[in-house]
């Protein structure tokens, strides 16, 4: 069993900056993949980025890449999303997810999941 608690979202101006994090607990956190996903009102679930157990391995989904860091800090049991030049259509909220194994680009190769913390991009 894992528990995730996200956190770091808030109201933020386009072109400016957020780090969410990403706490997990519970048995052997470090041996997950982390993914953060995002989901907008009326849209379906997107993936944002995700890194491997050891962190070496990453992945980012075609919309931020450029913008957005994923990295982790296993002796913390954190996982940190940096997002960069954030633009209105960044406005979701922002889910953490564990799946045991390697790096998944899909929502439903993960197993568990965070309650979610908004971001919201306006002037």
């Known amino acids: 069993q894992l528990d995730l608690a996200e956190s770091g979202g808030g109201l933020v101006q386009p072109g400016g900056s957020l780090r969410l994090s990403c706490v997990a607990s519970?048995?052997?956190?470090?041996?997950?993949?982390i993914g953060w996903f995002r989901q907008a009102p009326g849209k379906e679930r997107e993936s944002v980025a995700a890194i491997s157990r050891s962190g070496l391995g990453t992945y980012y989904g075609q919309s931020v890449k450029g913008r957005f860091t994923i990295s982790r800090d296993n002796a913390k049991n954190t996982v940190y999303l940096q997002m960069n030049g954030l633009k209105p259509e960044d406005t979701a909220v922002y889910y953490c997810?564990?799946?045991?194994?390697?790096?998944?680009?899909?929502?439903?190769?993960?197993?568990?999941w965070g309650q979610g913390t908004q971001v919201t991009v306006s002037s």
């Open positions: 997810a564990a799946r045991g194994g390697g790096v998944g680009e899909i929502w439903s190769q993960y197993e568990y």
């Open positions: 519970g048995y052997l956190p470090s041996a997950y993949a």
